[in-house]
């Protein structure tokens, strides 16, 4: 199937080190209050590389902290409220969370 191929969502909590993902529609769904810790990331030929936000508006921003990544162009879907960072540098989202249900499902 041409989906995520790993989804986070409704307050999971996540810690995965040495991951690979490839030729997805997203590689990497985080949303809904979910913590997600990734070391060693790799990622290539997904239409989206990474994408964080809310689906559901009764969860708080979701969180994700990428240490080690590695994709062809780090193609990321972020919204405006959630927390990203990769190496420890915080990344601000551009896009709204309706924006990003519209292009995901």
């Known amino acids: ?3 995520k191929a790993l989804s986070a969502g ?3 909590n996540i810690y ?3 991951l690979n993902l490839m030729n997805n529609k997203v590689g990497i769904a985080v949303k ?3 913590k997600v810790t990734l070391k060693n990331l790799n990622l290539f030929n997904n239409e989206y590389d ?3 936000y809310n689906k559901k508006n009764e969860f708080s921003v979701p ?3 990428i240490y080690n990544f590695n994709a062809n162009n780090k193609k990321i879907l972020q919204s405006k409220k959630s927390n ?3 190496n420890d540098i915080k990344i601000i989202g551009e896009y709204t969370n309706a ?3 519209s292009q995901i499902y």
Do not use: P, Q, R
Request: hydrophobic residues 40%; negative net charge.
């Open 16 to 18: 995965i080190t040495d």
């Open 84 to 86: 990203l960072s990769i």
């Open 50 to 52: 990474v994408a964080i």
């Open 99 to 101: 924006y990003i249900n």
């Open 10 to 12: 409704e307050n999971s």
């Open 32 to 34: 809904d209050g979910s």
């Open 1 to 3: 199937a041409y989906d």
């Open 63 to 65: 969180d994700l902290k």
